[in-house]
């Protein structure tokens, strides 16, 4: 029986896809006068903002880099919800399992995600939000997985990690949880399958039938 559950933000709880693309594009053009389509953008969302550059054939020496970070984080601080809203079922599935130790794993920064978890009125429901801090790998690795365990004193074996990328469900087996892909995000079916996640959902509140609420 899972007591705790560790959810990615982005394509999991928020659909945050137009702010952060509308955000790449503004810093993008504080370097380079080739933008791409949002659409293509949205697609590597989940991965560090230099793989998402370096995916979309991107590679600026340091100094362009640093100009790019520091305006897409500055445009993203000032507009990063101007679009994003929580995915169907998220609110109500959280308050149904009030009971539930919350916590999010997340590359965003750490002040991007509670600001935007703030504005949205979802911080509430988490008692821990990890995001990107210096010294901990990104997912795929499980080192901000382990860093949430750790902080919301729980075993790998009673926690369940939700993701939309292969990265989360990938970062969650490498720290022992058994994981939970959500189809609805912002990868694949194919590639959440091959995978191999113990768990698929295509909708938030499905979460109700693997995790026992106050009432159930």
């Known amino acids: 029986m899972f007591t705790t559950v560790l959810c990615d933000l982005d394509g999991t709880l928020i659909d945050s896809r137009w702010d952060i693309a509308e955000a790449f594009q503004y810093a993008l053009r504080q370097v380079s006068s080739d933008i791409p389509q949002a659409a293509s953008i949205t697609r590597h969302i989940g991965k560090p903002l230099e793989q998402m550059l370096h995916a979309l054939g991107y590679t600026f020496p340091p100094d362009p880099l640093s100009t790019f970070l520091t305006a897409y984080r500055s445009h993203y601080a000032a507009h ?18 009030s009971t539930t130790t919350f916590g999010v794993v997340t590359t965003k920064e750490q002040g991007q995600a509670e600001g935007v978890l703030q504005r949205l009125h979802l911080a509430r429901f988490f008692q821990h939000i990890q995001g990107w801090r210096p010294g901990l790998r990104l997912k795929p690795a499980p080192d901000m997985v382990l860093a949430t365990l750790e902080a919301l004193r729980c075993v790998p074996e009673q926690a369940l990690m939700v993701g939309d990328t292969p990265a989360d469900v990938l970062a969650g087996k490498a720290a022992g949880l058994k994981t939970c892909a959500v189809t609805y995000g912002y990868s694949t079916m194919e590639a959440l399958q091959q995978c191999e996640p113990n768990y698929l959902i295509a909708s938030f509140d499905e979460l109700l039938t693997l995790v026992p609420g106050p009432t159930r």
């Open 80 to 97: 990063g919800v101007t679009h994003t809203i929580a995915f169907p079922g998220v609110m109500t599935t959280l308050q149904a399992l």
